[in-house]
């Protein structure tokens, strides 16, 4: 398959954190001119049959997708998995108990909130969520737009909802192990999702290559929606200094809230080798 097909491999649906229905995602893909798709809802398999159904039905190349959030070194990295079963037992049971947590910790993040005198946030983030077992910090930055606090999501993250801030509530997610075997165990191939975001030294980073590639890791996001141009070269490098493959995808939540739309990006750098390119078999 060629280079240069638009392929885009990270984007979100009402079954995680983002604003549409997979069904309505597939439409929109394939009307931007995708021609290889994923949906990777964080830590959740739930919408891959309806996904794989409305991309068929679209005729829109499809791999079945999963973005696990994972604590590496203290921090929260997200790790894509493509081409994973979605019926493999111990990646199910994986992604269970990495969502395990998200009600007990949402409960808290609402009292944090409660203290510094916004109330009442853990129902009003509620109409947001798609999935009962998936409240995320979108969707309490999605009501405290509405509520007025502040008067755009980056703002509610910046000031609520990041480490430190009243909203913030830390958590322990899955090993970077367990996410990577899960993974490859269920068949799929593991990415490093958006590197450009975490607060990493540049020891702590190599820290991060190097364990991913060691626990069976193959791939890592060149493009995708938070990297700015210097962060693709960046990462093109880093991805030929450790042998990975390149991946590419939007990342989309939202019409209104997402920068790069649906099949957005531009084309991978030519001398990197595209995770489609190892994934042939598993495209449905
Ligand atoms: P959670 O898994 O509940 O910690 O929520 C993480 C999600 O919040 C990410 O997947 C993004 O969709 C969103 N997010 C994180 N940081 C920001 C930010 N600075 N601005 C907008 N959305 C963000
Ligand atoms: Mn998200
Ligand atoms: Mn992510
Ligand atoms: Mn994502």
Not at 37 to 43: C, E, P, Q
Not at 56 to 71: D, H, K, Q
Not at 92 to 109: D, I, K, Q, S
Not at 249 to 271: A, C, M, T, V
């Amino acid at each position: 398959m060629s280079h240069l097909i638009n392929a885009d491999l990270h984007c979100h649906s009402t079954v995680s954190d983002g604003t549409l229905d997979p069904e309505v995602l597939a439409q929109r893909a394939k009307a931007n001119g995708v021609e290889l798709w994923a949906l990777t809802d964080h830590d959740e398999l739930g919408g891959q049959a309806r996904a794989m159904q409305a991309a068929r039905e679209a005729g829109l190349g499809y791999l079945t997708g999963v973005e696990i959030s994972v604590t590496f070194l203290h921090v929260t990295v997200h790790i894509v998995g493509l081409g994973v079963d979605p019926t493999n037992p111990e990646l199910l049971g994986g992604l269970r108990a990495t969502r395990g947590g998200r009600e007990e910790r949402a409960r808290e993040m609402a009292a944090g909130l409660a203290k510094v005198g916004i109330e009442g946030v853990f129902e009003g983030a509620l109409k947001y969520v798609g999935n009962p077992e998936l409240i995320s910090r979108s969707h309490f930055a999605r009501y405290l737009v509405e509520a007025g606090v502040c008067s755009d999501i980056s703002a509610v993250f910046r000031k609520y909802l990041t480490e430190g801030k009243p909203g913030f509530v830390p958590h322990r997610w899955a090993s970077l192990g367990d996410a990577v075997r899960w993974i490859t165990q269920a068949g799929g191939m593991a990415i490093i999702a958006h590197p450009a975001r975490y607060d990493f030294t540049p020891t702590q980073e190599y820290a991060l290559f190097t364990e991913f590639k060691a626990h069976g890791g193959q791939g890592v996001e060149v493009l995708t929606g938070a990297h700015s141009p210097a962060d693709a070269l960046k990462y093109a490098a880093m991805c030929q200094e450790f042998g990975l493959l390149a991946s590419r995808g939007s990342d989309f939540h939202s019409p209104e809230e997402s920068r790069i739309d649906l099949g957005g990006l531009p084309d991978l750098p030519g001398n990197l080798t595209p995770v489609w390119e190892h994934l042939q078999s598993r495209i449905h």
